[in-house]
């Protein structure tokens, strides 16, 4: 079974610019959460979609969005980047029918110039 | 502010021992507890998940859960240089889908 698969793996933008970053969940998972990881801060929650909608979303702004697809693929999309948006930006499935077991994708390394 | 801490180590074991790693959660209406294991640059791998106060085995690994004390540990028995890595604590609420709260890792470092 394939696992958490997520686009690009690396990604290099300047400041001002748009990001987008992309996740498939585990077949049979329809809901997404996304992390982000910056360096000494550890995981910090972003965004969790389930069944295309947005259930509930962290303590960050809102040039952080994204959105969920009819196959339960998600995006992620940060807007105005800025230099602290530097890091490694992970997406989990989870199998919304069983425990809050979250399976994380190899993640997208994000660096802000 | 519901917070999980962990100790940052690093931890330094030789070969064969048993590693012990330990978590506290603030809060008290947490009733899933996960710990992953990152290696550098790699996303986090789940090892085990526990839900109960008491044990929880698997292979060489060993959870334990104490919620009256808020308390979670991950013990590795005949610790291998390939163990070596962060581990991450994290928990969760009871409600379904709740996100998951992380601590910042404890790394331990496998001697051989």
């Known amino acids: 079974e394939a696992g958490v698969t997520q686009s690009p793996t690396h990604l290099i933008k300047t400041r001002g610019q748009q990001a987008t970053l992309r996740c498939s969940p585990i077949?049979?998972?329809?809901?997404v959460y996304w992390y982000q990881q910056a360096l000494g801060l550890g995981l910090q929650f972003l965004l969790w979609?389930?069944?295309?909608?947005?259930?509930n979303r962290g303590n960050f702004p809102p040039r952080f969005s994204g959105r969920q697809f009819p196959n339960y693929s998600s995006e992620l999309n940060v807007n105005a980047l800025e230099l602290e948006d530097s890091a490694l930006y992970l997406c989990?499935?989870?199998?919304?029918?069983?425990?809050?077991?979250?399976?994380f994708g190899p993640g997208t390394r994000l660096t802000v110039l | 502010q519901k917070e999980v801490e962990q100790n940052s180590g690093p931890l330094s074991v030789p070969e064969g021992a048993i590693a012990s790693l330990n978590c506290t959660y603030s809060?008290?209406?947490?009733?899933?507890f996960f710990w992953y294991r990152q290696y550098s640059g790699k996303s986090p791998e789940l090892i085990m998940s526990?839900?109960?106060?008491g044990d929880k085995e698997d292979g060489r690994f060993t959870a334990q859960l104490n919620k009256a004390s808020q308390y979670v540990s991950l013990l590795i028995r005949d610790s291998q240089p390939s163990d070596s890595a962060t581990y991450l604590c994290?928990?969760?609420?009871?409600?379904?889908?709740?996100?998951?709260?992380f601590g910042k890792g404890t790394t331990l470092s496998v001697s051989s």
């Open positions: 989990a499935s989870r199998d919304s029918g069983g425990p809050n077991t979250q399976y």
């Open positions: 077949s049979g998972h329809t809901s």
């Open positions: 979609y389930d069944e295309g909608e947005e259930r």
């Open positions: 809060d008290r209406g947490s009733q899933s």
């Open positions: 526990i839900y109960s106060n």
């Open positions: 994290a928990s969760s609420a009871n409600q379904a889908g709740t996100a998951l709260i």
